[in-house]
């Protein structure tokens, strides 16, 4: 049967990278002592930038508020330290490529010192848009990576009736184990952070899906959910991306999220286990997202594990705290499959950071691409059933919109083509490169159409003033003509009369 | 190359430790089992003939890559040429003279695939393309089958005679010259009006383990099989061409065998005579010139196989695996516009699905 189901049943997507989580995930999570300085950006989320409320020189303590949410999509900031705002605004990037952020940089006086916070005894005995409100306040937003703010999640799920809440604890992305981590430690809060969730989008079942690599977390979370029927723990293959929401609600539900439609669509929302931890504290202990935990991993780290750092703690700092064995020869910030480049390690850690990965020279290494073999590889371990080559060879050629035809836009930059290339061709960034393209041109489209109304508005408006003009000077014409001619007749009337006037 | 951090590339950041330069080693592995046997079996005649194809088959592609101001050897190691040759040689009859493996070789590399642009840019399978070009040119040569002589037998020819008779043709003399493989057996004898019933009392037994004239790839019917089955389980290929191109051969000739036996010979002997194991595993499977999608390469098989047997019993040649092959490979970029994968979210054409609650 073994050499049946080789050969016949093949998965029908994602790949199996080696998954490297152990020498960080099993190491007992550690505490990052205050650093003296941090600097929170205020766009760490997704949606408008969050506006200061501080001003430069103000003391201020952990949890307050630096600077508010700007619009309906937004987060508010807070103080992830106790101590002084030393300034506000743009912090200059030691790098003459990269670019700086607006910030509110602390200074900490090592005290650690909270504001007073509210606590709720009984979360479910609130109104729904009150736990809203507390989240938002909160500054929570999604911490598997996806940053969007977690209060407009919830109204969301709550305007389209969501049956289901899925609990994100996938974390498929090789090297990183904080949601691992979160689930080991921290089961009782991810429980009561989902029933809570639960509770403000009026849902009924929580599943909570965990890749089948993490038996530690599932046995935690089996513990932490038993007094919760609703609450049910659903092992899930390991297979990357299965942590893509797409990917885990169809494994989890049999149910597919139509292409340009919302999951909520489908009757379910998706929070990240982090973010129902978030959650719980949030609205439990009214305290906001100041803190997170980060895993630290890759070849040039000497003790790689999960730390619990304030948010705006520098790279660097959580790097040295970890020891490096040698100058690393790639850093990233998530995961090697999705995660981003940095260029240096004086950028702060944000809301959304699950991992910074520091990787040794042979990790870093990128074999040359070749010629595509036309292997089919790619196209069978997309998740999203694409066809990279096509894609790709189109793209290659400046076809764009014979890539987009492809449904190049369907792609969820996962990396499994590129991953299993063996041409080493690098597949995601020509698709990212298209589809920023793409979408340059269509917003390029936009503007020349708007440009195009403008300029017939125009046309429009100078010939209906020409014409406005031209009636006025008519009926001045017209009624001097008439005032002529009725004086002409009044002068020819008052003639007989002779002399009068 | 390593990028230091001043050259940030984008994710992902990690890669299979595969190569193009594995996948094809792995298949040669694949198919050195069956090789190795076809060298026992028809001696030192079939190692030179092997060794000449497969450096002919590279020196085209060195060339054509000089000719382009490329890098000659690092494509060289990628190791396609050398596959290309080595599945043209054990396609070819064993004891064939050195300028068919030559002028083989020269054409699979050159003309089957340099011209088209190179790796993954041609639309035939080069080694096919070689092989009707040797067969529409030297239609004698490539019909003089052998009987195998195996290694080390009294009769087989040793070091030196068996270089002779690669490069200058076999002497009158050796036993195993000028018979017939079965297939070409049976077509002549048809042609001489004898029904099949009566021939092929006397025909050579095709088998498994190799006992009747043919190929290196043809005799070595069961290794190469078990080498088919090795690239599936190690998922270098999947089960669909295989599956369908023999389905495709054996389901018709079943069922006319099954009509009229004295016309139509039966499925066994159709998916063991000449280059069908070889070509449902290691021909029609090749990436460059099949389709891309599960379902493609069923229809993709089930045409190659079809064909095959068509031309068999119909066609002039008493052979059409190659023949098959070629007209299928020109259908594929039809195949892969037209069988595309559905994408997740969207039904098969490629619009949005409903959304069910
Ligand atoms: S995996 Fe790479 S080599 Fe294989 S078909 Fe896709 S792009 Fe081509
Ligand atoms: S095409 Fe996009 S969705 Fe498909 S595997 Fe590649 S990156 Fe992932």
């Not at chain 2, 050796?174 to 000028?178: G, K």
């Not at chain 2, 009747?212 to 190929?215: K, V």
């Given at each position: 049967m073994g050499l049946f189901e080789r050969i016949f049943k093949e998965p029908r997507w994602g790949v199996h990278p080696d998954d490297h989580k152990r020498p960080a995930a099993d190491v007992p999570l550690r505490l990052l002592p205050p650093p003296a300085r941090v600097y929170m950006p205020l766009?760490?989320?997704?949606g408008g930038a969050a506006r200061p409320v501080v001003l430069a020189g103000q003391k201020v303590l952990k949890g307050q508020l630096l600077a508010e949410p700007q619009g309906n999509i937004s987060a508010p900031i807070h103080a992830p330290v106790s101590g002084t705002v030393a300034a506000i605004g743009e912090v200059t990037a030691p790098h003459p490529s990269g670019l700086g952020f607006a910030a509110i940089t602390l200074d900490s006086d090592f005290e650690d010192r909270w504001i007073d916070t509210a606590r709720v005894a009984d979360p479910f005995s609130l109104d729904p848009a009150e736990i809203v409100r507390l989240t938002a306040a909160a500054g929570v937003v999604g911490l598997g990576g996806a940053t969007f703010p977690a209060a407009v999640k919830f109204v969301l799920g709550k305007r389209l009736a969501v049956k289901s809440l899925i609990v994100n604890g996938g974390e498929c992305e090789p090297y990183l184990s904080s949601d691992d981590r979160i689930m080991r430690d921290h089961a009782g809060q991810v429980v009561d952070g989902a029933r809570i969730v639960m509770h403000a989008i009026g849902a009924i079942e929580a599943l909570v899906g965990i890749e089948d690599n993490k038996p530690e977390a599932i046995a935690a979370m089996r513990i932490a959910a038993a007094p919760f029927p609703e609450v049910k723990i659903m092992p899930v293959p390991a297979r990357y991306p299965m942590g893509s929401d797409k990917q885990l609600i169809q494994t989890l539900t049999g149910k597919e999220v139509p292409a340009d439609a919302r999951a909520a669509e489908v009757g379910v929302l998706v929070h990240n286990v982090s973010t129902c931890a978030a959650v719980h504290t949030a609205v439990r202990l009214g305290r906001p997202l100041v803190e997170r935990i980060v895993t630290i991993n890759g070849g040039a780290v000497a003790k790689p594990g999960n730390i619990f750092a304030p948010l705006g703690t520098l790279v660097e700092e959580l790097l040295a705290f970890c020891g490096l064995k040698e100058t690393p020869s790639r850093l990233i910030l998530g995961g090697p499959m999705m995660g981003t480049p940095l260029l240096h390690g004086r950028i702060p850690l944000v809301k959304g950071a699950s991992g910074i990965l520091a990787f040794d020279a042979g990790e870093a290494l990128v074999p040359a691409a070749g010629p595509c073999i036309r292997c089919g590889g790619c196209t069978r371990a997309c998740p999203m059933g694409l066809l990279p080559l096509e894609m790709a060879a189109r793209i290659r050629t400046g076809d764009l919109d014979g890539a987009a035809g492809f449904h190049l836009t369907d792609c969820i930059a996962c990396g499994c083509c590129a991953y299993v290339c063996p041409a080493h061709i690098p597949l995601v960034q020509y698709f990212s490169h298209a589809k920023g393209e793409l979408s340059a041109r269509q917003r390029a489209r936009l503007r020349s159409d708007a440009a195009k109304r403008l300029a017939e508005a125009r046309i429009v408006r100078l010939e209906r003033e020409a014409k406005e003009k031209a009636e006025v000077a008519a009926r001045r014409k017209a009624e001097r003509k008439a005032a002529k001619a009725a004086a002409a007749a009044a002068a020819a009337a008052a003639q007989p009369e002779g002399e009068t006037v | 190359m390593n990028h230091s951090m001043d050259t940030p590339v984008a994710a992902p950041h990690t890669t299979t430790t595969n190569s193009a330069g594995r996948v094809m080693a792995s298949v040669m592995a694949a198919l050195a089992p069956a090789t190795l046997f076809g060298f026992w079996l028809y001696g030192w005649p079939a190692v030179y003939l092997w060794l000449i194809t497969v450096s002919f088959a590279m020196l085209g592609e060195a060339f054509c890559l000089r000719l382009t101001g490329r890098q000659a050897i690092p494509v060289l190691f990628d190791g396609s040429a050398l596959l290309t040759g080595w599945l043209l040689a054990v396609s070819l009859p064993p004891w064939a003279p050195w300028w068919i493996g030559a002028f083989g070789g020269l054409f699979a590399t050159v003309l089957g695939k340099q011209v088209f642009g190179g790796l993954g840019q041609n639309l035939f399978n080069p080694a096919m393309v070689a092989r009707v070009a040797l067969l529409i040119s030297f239609p004698l040569q490539m019909t003089a089958w052998v009987a195998p002589l195996p290694l080390f037998s009294a009769a087989a020819p040793g070091l030196i005679d068996g270089l002779r008779i690669t490069l200058t043709g076999a002497p009158p003399g050796?036993?195993?010259?000028?018979s017939a493989s079965l297939l070409g057996f049976a077509k002549t004898e048809m042609s001489r009006g004898l029904d099949l019933l009566q021939s092929l009392a006397q025909a050579p037994v095709p088998g498994w383990y190799g006992s009747?004239?043919?190929?290196m790839g043809e005799t070595a019917a069961l290794l190469i099989a078990a080498g088919g089955a090795a690239m599936m389980m190690l998922r270098l290929i999947s089960w669909h061409i295989p599956f369908a191109m023999l389905a495709g051969i054996a389901v018709p000739a079943a069922i006319l065998h099954a009509v009229d036996p004295a016309r139509y010979l039966d499925a066994g002997t159709h998916l063991l005579s000449g280059g069908a194991m070889l070509g449902a595993f290691f021909i029609a499977t090749d990436y460059v010139t099949s389709p891309n999608t599960p379902r493609g390469q069923l229809i993709f098989g089930a045409g190659c196989g079809l064909l095959t047997w068509v031309i068999r019993t119909w066609a002039g040649y008493p052979e059409g695996v190659a023949f098959a092959v070629l007209l299928m490979n020109s259908l594929t970029p039809i195949i892969d516009s037209y069988v595309k994968p559905r994408i997740y979210g969207r039904d098969r054409k490629g619009v949005a699905l409903e959304p069910v609650k």
């Open positions: 766009h760490q989320h997704v | 050796f036993d195993a010259v000028a009747h004239p043919g190929s």
